[in-house]
């Protein structure tokens, strides 16, 4: 693997993370703490087009609805900047989320950590808002995770843990914050069922009630 370097003179800013002595469980977004497949099949519906669940990606997965043709590898990034302009339109929360980190969140610090480029960060805030999740910070960027963890967690002795549905973003922390607990969860079942399976020292989660169970097995070693 590629050594990942962190700039921490990088526009992602730390003030408003206030963390305590206890432990801290740092959560993606995406597939996460909100829906992001189902929503996104959605909007591009809505535009004539169709996610396929071929494989474990988006480029060449996205197709016209008319003729069934992928659209062109260019216009994903577009389709997603669309999408996230409009977040708040389309994406909802996991299943037993909201009821999950407010249990957890007496027992732990909780961090919200998605891979989004940094100008939807308020429209991200305000959905998160919405549907009670507004007492967990948020961070927002498209760096490197394991760095970023590294940085949040910094030599602070207690446990912590990491919960995303990609691959990458698990090994990159694995790499950085070699103690965290990671865990792999995913909220669709059918794009689930095509991820790279994780390797060693990757724990994997069904639903929110299984992450809570692993997480409280290992705070309470």
Known sequence: MTSET????????????????????????????????????????????????????????????????????????????????????????????????????GEADIVFLTAMPPRHTEVRRRLLDRHGLSAYPLLATEAPKGPVVKRLHDARDVPVAFIDDILRNLESVREHAPDCLLIRLMANAEFLAMAPTPGNGIESADSWDAAARIIRQHFLR
């Open 6 to 105: 962190f700039d921490p003179h990088a526009p992602l800013c730390f003030d408003h993370i206030a963390l305590t002595d206890r432990p801290l469980i740092v959560c993606d977004i995406d597939e996460v703490v909100l829906e992001f497949v189902t929503p996104f099949q959605n909007f591009l519906r809505s535009g004539g087009r169709e996610l396929l669940p071929r494989s474990f990606r988006l480029h060449g997965n996205i197709v016209q609805q008319d003729t069934g043709e992928p659209v062109p590898d260019a216009m994903v990034p577009v389709l997603l900047e669309e999408f996230f302009l409009t977040q708040d339109t389309w994406q909802t929360p996991a299943s037993k989320v909201a009821e999950t980190l407010a249990d957890l969140s």
